[in-house]
């Protein structure tokens, strides 16, 4: 079994598609430590005049409308005047000023984020890019055999379909995983080099390569989501047809459950809340009380648990590796 593995490496690795898919990715997240650097970097003097002139004019309006003997300016009542009623509408400057507090300068500060910030953004772009990377290794690893029919030949040397199947799933999600990781290092190397430049601490390190360490898991899971549906279909690019569907009902569904009051029950069975509870180690969403918009409803915060998340993430894999391998052991590939 492990010569067979090993031979499954070897084919990967031979794939041209392998190389440029891994490189093209490394490349897009070490450009992403681009941005990175601008949200890390300390504001300019220029930047800071800029501010403070901003805030200046701001307090100047403010204090128009609001300062001591303005129109909005507090006015005592008559004690014992009950027939006094304060002013109410929309242009009322006692209103606006008891809604919009005094502006203050950090009101306008430039933001510099700090490390575990600009790491955490990294590690999700990383995430998402590795899985999209890992999805297409494992479609175009078993759909090029499919299409070539270099599958029916490996099998007159390898019989054992199950053998051939478990060598080349374990391949898939090695390979991904390997990858993976070195895309999760670049993704906290190159915040954390930076940071160290500005003299930033290295605050929440541990949290992110956890972070970090959770998304190599996930990646190599897609690797074999992605494997499962190019041999499930026979085709690269039906596989990949299937992931952009996927995502983009999960984009509709998304933009339908945050304003619905059965977000609660629906959310904890989709998949990708599943998975961002697995990523982020619990995955909070908003819940809609009542009968939808307007009086009477209320929107409050619930919890999906990485337990929870876990569970049906390893319990989905395993049911569509089952299939797929039903489906190998009894489909004709002459």
């Known amino acids: 079994m492990i010569r067979l593995v090993g031979a499954e490496l070897d084919r990967l690795r031979a794939r041209r598609s ?6 093209a990715a490394l490349l897009i997240v070490v450009a992403f ?8 970097r300390p504001p300019t003097a220029e930047q800071v005049a800029s501010q403070r002139e901003a805030y200046e004019q701001t307090h100047r309006e403010w204090e128009q409308q609001c300062g ?22 929309p242009d009322d400057p006692d209103d606006y000023c008891a809604n919009v507090p005094e502006p ?5 500060a430039y933001g510099q984020q700090s490390f575990a910030d600009a790491a955490r953004s990294s590690v999700q772009i990383s995430t998402l890019l590795g899985a999209l990377l890992a999805f297409l290794i494992g479609a175009s690893s078993i759909g090029a055999e499919y299409a070539s029919g270099a599958i029916g030949n490996w099998l007159t040397y390898v019989p054992r379909r199950g053998r051939v199947f478990a060598a080349k799933a374990l391949a898939v999600a090695l390979a991904t995983a390997v990858v993976s990781a070195v895309l999760s290092a670049a993704a906290v190397a ?22 970090a360490g959770r998304s190599v898991g996930l990646i190599a899971m897609a690797g074999l989501l992605g494997f499962c549906a190019a041999l499930l279909t026979k ?13 983009i009902a999960t984009s509709v569904s998304s933009g339908v459950l945050a304003f619905s009051k059965h977000a609660e029950k629906v959310v904890p069975w989709t998949p990708q809340a599943n998975f961002q509870a697995v990523l982020e180690h619990d995955y909070s969403y908003q819940v809609i009380d009542g009968t939808g918009f307007g009086e009477g409803s209320e929107s409050r ?3 999906l648990t990485f337990e929870h998340g876990l ?24």
Do not use: K, M
């Open 18 to 23: 392998f190389w440029v898919f891994a490189l």
């Open 33 to 40: 430590q681009t941005a990175t650097n601008s949200t890390l």
């Open 68 to 89: 001591p003997g303005s129109p909005g300016a507090a006015e005592t009542t008559p004690a014992g005047d009950a027939s006094a009623e304060p002013s109410s509408g």
């Open 104 to 108: 203050q300068l950090s009101d306008f």
């Open 190 to 211: 190159g915040p954390a080099l930076l940071a160290r430049g500005y003299d930033l601490p290295l605050t929440g390190l541990g949290d992110v390569s956890a972070l």
């Open 235 to 247: 085709h690269t690019v039906a596989a990949v047809g299937i992931a952009l569907g996927y995502a």
């Open 301 to 303: 915060t619930a919890v």
């Open 311 to 334: 569970v049906y993430s390893l319990v989905l894999l395993a049911a569509v590796l089952a299939v797929s391998l039903l489906v190998f052991r009894r489909r004709d590939v002459g």
